[in-house]
């Protein structure tokens, strides 16, 4: 009896003119989506390459080491393949940072600030059809699921048989479920064809696990608002009052709690605006610089007798001097950025958790995050990035200061090659899938509590549900 | 057989839907029950399938109480409804196919679909047709295709033949005549009085929940049963 009920779900469901339109509008969704995706990452693989050839260019046409310091390494970060399916932060934060001795490092240059245009609308990927259009599409299947039958009498007529109600409830769940896959599972087979087949783009193991867990992430969210298109129209005695409250809980989830999450998390624990901290550091660096100044004409002055005496000694303490002062600079620059940021970023990370842990209410939140983190384009892996970065300034910082000072010719005011051969380089090791995994944990706990809350409350309402 | 013994149903809100209500549907009749709206007709059907559970009494089917052993209960009825739409998007042999599945009958065939289409009158060019695209007449025809392919000793009906024009009226109660000469006990609430006149044999008339009055075939020889329901209406308060 179980399996004629699933597969009058199915056929019902397969025969209906929603069926069609939702399976079409989904295959053409999601395989444009994969493949402006894929086309785009290839774009930005292209553009990183060729960035890299040009920087280490750049680097070695430098005709001294002063122009090096005054110039630094460009980092660019690579893209990810998974962007493909999640673009998440990657296109609002920067791509490509300088290192340079006296600012922090910072990433520039994102998609956003070169067409501002984007971030009205944000990126149409993978993710984004399945928070907003296939959560729309399991409440169209499902606000009617148990009061249409209600309406149309079938319910009455199915309950005038030997049919346990547990048992017809299941058999619309799973029925309905396969029902609302078949749309999204054809189009998914077809995308992973395309990234398997497209040239020049490959997936490792840990990718393709990765990708395997955001589509389980994708199904998932859909069983989220399948099982509460269930529970509703088991709540309620009209189809249009049903379709309405899910309207309202689908904005509630999707649109309203992830926004206001962030301007809570902003009410609870402010912190200093980006513009405060970089002004001290700025005021900082100029009180230095002037000083600077001063000291070296002050260790000249003093020094001055000393070069009539012995002009090679002089010239190698006054490197010495330069040497020891520059680092000592350097590490004072350093000093008050970081005490200036002490608490910073670990308040702005506060504050951010905060704003993600209270959007977590929401599943629409909780598929963002998650997939972000699988897909190694989320907020995470821009701080692993940064931090990577900050960690190569002072590597690069003394490697700089030493090239500078023993290059220059202080009597000839002539500055040595630059020679990149022990440049110190930057490393980036991206998260591994077990600690990306680890970090999405709550998303998936999240999603998996709702559909018990959901299922749980759809099953007992069906139990206890007037069929007249 | 139908029964109910004592059956009084009493809403939360206190409204008393049926009250004591008492009465047997034999094997080979048809016994048609009349009453204003809420007067508790179709809660009766409702008591009879277990949709809602009676406040007091029993309602049997087949000397099975429905309360206490619901499922087995409805192996022994049928039910047609008042406007049922069925699954709009299958044919008249998918819906037949599915509610007999559900109704514990294996190995039928398309034939056996067919003739039971047919025996309710069905034109043969609408049973691969949508059920949506059917009329109301067609789609009873389809309800009672239904009930008869389960082949239940006992048919409840809600108002079966409300809004059917007089030429599918006519063929609706030609097939209720038929089961009844089959043995089967047919238990129709309604508001028909002229087709009921027609088929019943015995009538009963429900006010405020209350079996008000029951008259055989015989006793309403030579009645006017119009003015006999509203007379009662009228008297007893309607």
């Known amino acids: 009896m179980l399996k004629d009920i699933i597969k009058k779900e199915i056929l019902e469901t397969i025969t209906s003119p929603k069926f069609v339109f939702t399976f079409l509008l989904c295959a053409v969704l999601i395989l444009l989506s994969v493949y402006t995706g894929i086309t785009t990452y290839r774009s930005e693989q292209k553009e990183y390459n060729a960035a890299v050839a040009l920087n280490k260019k750049n680097l070695e046409s430098q005709s001294s080491y002063q122009a090096l310091a005054g110039l630094g390494p460009k980092i660019d970060k690579p893209p990810h393949v998974l962007s493909t399916i999640a673009s998440g932060v990657s296109e609002a934060v920067g791509r490509v940072a300088s290192i340079n001795i006296a600012y922090d490092p910072n990433l520039v240059d994102s998609k956003y600030e070169s067409n501002p245009v984007f971030s009205v609308f944000g990126a149409l990927d993978l993710t984004f059809i399945v928070k907003i259009v296939l959560s729309l599409f399991a409440i169209l299947f499902t606000y009617d699921a148990i009061v249409g039958e209600k309406e149309r009498g079938t319910l009455k007529l199915t309950l005038s048989n030997r049919v346990p109600r547990d048992r017809l409830i299941m058999g619309k769940v799973i029925g309905g479920y396969i029902s609302l896959l078949i749309p999204l599972i054809i189009p998914l087979i077809l995308s992973m064809l395309i990234l398997l087949v497209y040239p020049n783009v490959s997936l490792t193991g840990q990718d393709w696990g990765r990708l395997m867990l955001m589509f389980l992430m994708f199904f998932l969210y859909l069983s989220v608002f399948f099982t509460l298109g269930l529970l509703v129209s088991a709540r309620t005695n009209k189809s249009s009052t049903s379709f309405l409250v899910l309207l309202f809980i689908w904005v509630v989830f999707v649109t309203i709690i992830p926004k206001v999450s962030i301007l809570a998390a902003s009410q609870l624990n402010p912190i200093p605006s980006v513009h405060e901290i970089t002004a001290k550091k700025d005021a900082f660096l100029q009180q230095v610089q002037g000083g600077a100044q001063k000291k070296v004409l002050d260790w000249a002055k003093e020094n001055a007798p000393n070069a009539s005496k012995d002009a090679k000694k002089y010239q190698e303490d006054f490197k010495k001097f330069l040497e020891d002062y520059q680092n000592d600079l350097t590490s004072k620059i350093e000093e008050n950025n970081a005490a200036l940021e002490r608490d910073y970023p670990a308040r702005k990370t506060s504050q951010e958790r905060l704003a993600i842990n209270i959007s977590r209410i929401s599943p629409a939140s909780a598929l963002m995050f998650s997939t972000m983190s699988l897909a190694r384009t989320g907020l995470d892996d821009h701080e692993q990035f940064l931090a990577s970065l900050r960690a190569y300034k002072p590597s690069f910082t003394r490697w700089i200061n030493s090239r500078m000072m023993k290059s220059i010719n202080f009597a000839t005011g002539e500055q040595g090659k630059v020679n990149l051969a022990d440049m110190p380089l930057h490393k980036f090791e991206p998260e591994s899938l077990s600690k990306s995994l680890a970090r999405t944990l709550p998303d998936f706990g999240v999603m998996l509590v709702l559909i018990i809350i959901f299922f749980a409350g759809a099953y007992a309402s069906f139990l206890k549900y007037d069929v007249r | ?238």
């Open chain 2, 1 to 238: 057989m139908l029964e109910t013994i004592n059956l009084t149903k009493k809403y939360e809100d206190g409204h008393l839907a049926v009250d004591h209500l008492s009465f047997k549907v034999e094997p080979g009749e048809i016994f048609c029950m009349f009453g204003a709206n809420g007067a508790g007709k179709t809660t009766t059907i409702n008591l009879f399938l277990n949709f809602i559970p009676p406040t007091e009494g029993t309602a049997l089917i087949e000397g099975i109480d429905v309360t206490k052993e619901p499922l087995r209960s409805k192996d022994f009825v049928s039910f047609v409804s008042e406007n049922v739409m069925l699954y709009g998007s299958f044919s008249a042999y998918q819906n037949l196919d599915y509610f007999t599945k559900l109704a514990g009958k294996r190995g039928l065939t398309k034939v056996d679909y067919a003739r039971a289409l047919k025996s309710v009158g069905l034109q043969e060019d609408a049973f691969n047709t949508r059920s949506r695209n059917y009329s109301k007449g067609m789609r009873q025809k389809l309800g009672l295709a239904i009930a008869v392919i389960k082949g239940a000793p006992n048919i409840l009906l809600d108002e079966p033949t409300s809004g059917l024009d007089p030429k599918s009226g006519q063929e609706f109660l030609n097939l209720l005549i038929k089961m009844r000469d089959e043995g089967k006990s047919v238990f129709m609430s309604t508001h028909d009085i002229f087709r009921a006149k027609l088929i019943a044999d015995r009538v009963g008339f429900m006010k405020k929940g209350k079996l008000v009055m029951l008259k055989t075939r015989a006793d309403l020889e030579g009645e006017d049963l119009t003015e006999l329901y509203i007379q009662y209406m009228e008297e007893r308060g309607a």
